[in-house]
């Protein structure tokens, strides 16, 4: 039987376990990558595992995400990066050289390596062939280190393609289409896998916009072939020589095929709250107050040359407020010497720097009860920053179209033709605000940078014989990692565990964190009791580092997200869940519970224990791996990994 590409690259860097899907298998992973508000924590971990060096053949620390510099903290969290990165033989991409995923995949990304990155849109890499998958910062600072990165073996998706993209429709509404089906659930295990005669026509970038915004799905990756496209694109990128040619086989069998014929797709968008809140342009007419362009899904050279076309020459609508944020230094000095951008600045355009800025929330939050369109991938309730504001997530030229009119309307309308722009034979390559490793005999004398915001990661205790608690919260489907840890002005204190606990759950109720500190203080457990898709959104492995600090033990949902899940497990945390999803109903908050033995329980390999709440018993399941279950006995993965470490040098 033929192989899927997905099955071949993993197959190929497996290193524990046997692929069967759902089964956990260990993988090597060869490049990793950071970014700024995931990163510190990641190093700070990194370096109490005490090694000397990283393993990996090559790893990158990217600055994007904070760099609005409001106080001391962002910038003392650089300078922390940049002494890391050069104590360790990291590539340092400064703040201001982009996207840590427009950057990778312009400057790093490499068909047939695995890539593992601390963001949920590090499978935007998958655009050139290339296995990428994000996962908390533990996870990364452990594959740093050398260690195998453990995942559930994936049923492989075959998302294929047919036909060709009609004018104004782009690769954002395929992205949009394939959400529309799969939708922002049940994708769990499961990697999408594009195929067919339609990804001919397809560029890299493009490729790149759907691979990054099929973590919306909640699948662990996407990923294209390596074809004629990806040496196009590599030897744009002055990388012909890291192309290989790299598909799946004719006779791969696939767990289900989804099939899209492109000339069908019409402009879409994602209305409020969820990017899988799918419907088509045409019938929204709204009027529209604010217009983002930019985000690691829509920030690439064509994407802006597009939106430059369409408004060359004329005048923003009046009460609209248009941002550009250029994916990377790449895309804003290629715009800025072929003169774009001064057209899109003479339309009335307010560009911001290349950075995520926007899309977390992190600045030009919205009026209060307002549309806005933006070209990134998350729309959830408050993330702009405005929890009023009705974000609708489309394509750079419907964004385009709005700042024109004023209005949510379909692009095919407006009076003219679709400026079809083509991806550049040679894009404009100027590395210098990379900095490359430090030669290895010049590195340990690097003084690392600690800024008074930087604390140590809180150390967990290991897993206690049994689960005493109180629901502490009690919270409904789809709860997202940004509900439950916040970024945007909270998104400062990522290097501060005690300081940034004080939010957690702050969108949903603001006292949970004080009456998670005392419950914690007087000795009782927090439990956290969740309904559908539990954790969906980023790989902030803040969303369960700070609530360990503030004591919660147990997670009971009807379904965790993959990165969270993984996330909870990494800090000590048990992800359950109901065996029957009545009992959701049956527990309320402020209700006790009691789950006696659950650490003789994790010893054994139990996949079910009895809880004990409200004078009655509740099933609750752990479908946890042998080696997940002694993290969670150790206290979690750190405590793991130097156990483990111990263990190997004694055996020596
Ligand atoms: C996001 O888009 O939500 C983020 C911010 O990039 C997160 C990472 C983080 O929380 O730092 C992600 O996608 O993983
Ligand atoms: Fe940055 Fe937004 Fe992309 Fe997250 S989704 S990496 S915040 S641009």
């Excluded at 695995?114 to 590090?122: F, V």
Aim: aromatic share 6%.
């Amino acid at each position: 039987m033929g192989k899927t590409l997905t099955e071949k690259i993993l197959m190929e860097h497996l290193v524990d376990g046997t692929y069967d899907p759902g089964n956990e298998i260990g993988i090597k992973i060869d490049q990793t990558l950071t970014q700024d508000a995931t990163g510190t924590m990641a190093y700070l971990q990194f370096e109490s595992m005490g090694l000397s060096d990283i393993a990996t053949e090559l790893s990158v620390s990217y600055v994007d995400h904070n760099t609005i510099q409001v106080g001391f903290e962002n910038a003392d969290d650089h300078a922390y990066l940049e002494s890391i990165a050069k104590r360790y033989g990291i590539y340092f991409s400064r703040p201001g050289n982009g996207i840590c995923h427009q950057v990778h995949l312009e400057r790093f990304a490499r068909p047939g390596k695995t890539l593992l990155g601390s963001d949920s849109h590090t499978p935007t890499a998958g655009g050139v062939g290339c296995i990428a998958i994000g996962a908390g910062g533990l996870d990364v600072a452990v594959a740093m280190g050398g260690g195998s990165y453990y995942l559930n073996a994936p049923r492989v998706i075959n998302v294929h393609l047919t036909g060709e993209l009609q004018p104004w429709v782009t690769a954002k509404d395929v992205i949009l289409e394939v959400l529309r089906h799969l939708t922002t659930k049940g994708n769990v295990g499961c990697v999408c896998e594009y195929t067919g005669e339609g990804i001919k026509n397809l560029t890299v970038p493009e490729r790149a916009t759907i691979t990054n915004m099929g973590a919306e799905t909640g699948v662990t990756t996407s990923i294209f072939p390596s074809d004629i496209q990806t040496r196009k694109f590599l030897e744009a990128q002055g990388r012909g020589e890291q192309w290989i040619a790299i598909s799946a086989d004719k006779d791969a069998e696939y767990d289900r095929t989804l099939e899209i014929d492109l000339s069908n797709i019409e402009p879409l968008a994602a209305a409020p709250h969820s990017p899988g809140n799918v419907v088509a342009v045409k019938d929204l007419s709204l009027p529209v107050d604010q217009v983002m362009i930019g985000s690691c899904t829509n920030s690439s050279y064509v994407d802006l040359m597009t939106v430059a076309a369409m408004v060359k020459g004329k005048r923003l609508q009046e009460g609209v407020s248009l941002g550009i944020a250029p994916g990377s230094r790449q895309v804003l000095s290629s715009i800025a010497r072929n003169g774009a951008l001064s057209d899109l600045i003479s339309f009335g355009a307010r560009i911001l720097e290349s950075a995520c800025g926007f899309c977390i929330g992190n600045s030009m939050s919205p009026r209060t009860d307002s549309v806005s369109v933006r070209t990134s991938n998350r729309n959830f309730k408050g993330r702009s920053g405005t929890p009023s504001a009705n974000v609708y997530l489309t394509s750079p030229t419907v964004a385009a179209a709005a700042a024109l009119t004023g209005k949510l309307i379909d692009p095919r309308l407006l009076d003219m033709n679709f400026p079809r722009i083509k991806m550049p034979d040679h894009f404009e390559i100027d590395d210098s605000m990379i900095i490359h490793p430090l030669p290895p005999n010049e590195r340990a004398s690097i003084k690392i940078s600690r800024g008074p915001n930087i604390g140590e990661p809180p150390a967990n205790a290991p897993m206690p014989a049994e689960i005493k608690g109180t629901v502490t919260i009690k919270v409904g489907d789809m709860v997202t990692t940004d509900h439950i840890m916040p970024a945007g002005s909270r998104l400062k204190y990522r290097s501060n565990v005690p300081k940034y606990s004080l939010f957690v759950f702050e969108p949903l109720d603001t006292d949970f964190a004080a009456r998670a500190t005392a419950l914690r203080d007087s000795g009782i457990h927090n439990i956290i009791v969740a309904g559908l898709s539990y954790g969906q959104g980023s790989s902030r492995e803040h969303a369960a580092l700070c609530p360990m600090y503030l004591g919660v033990k147990a997670v009971i949902a009807k379904s965790i997200e993959r990165i969270h899940a993984a996330n909870l497990v990494n800090f000590g945390i048990v992800p359950f869940s109901f065996a029957d999803e009545k009992d959701y109903d049956v527990l309320p908050a402020g209700a006790n519970i009691t789950i006696p033995d659950v650490r003789l329980a994790l010893e054994r390999g139990d996949d079910e224990v009895l809880a004990q709440a409200c004078e009655r018993e509740i099933i609750l399941n752990m479908n946890l791996s042998k080696r997940q279950r002694a993290i969670l006995l150790a206290g979690g993965l750190l405590p793991y990994t130097v156990q483990e470490r111990a263990k190997k040098i004694n055996s020596l």
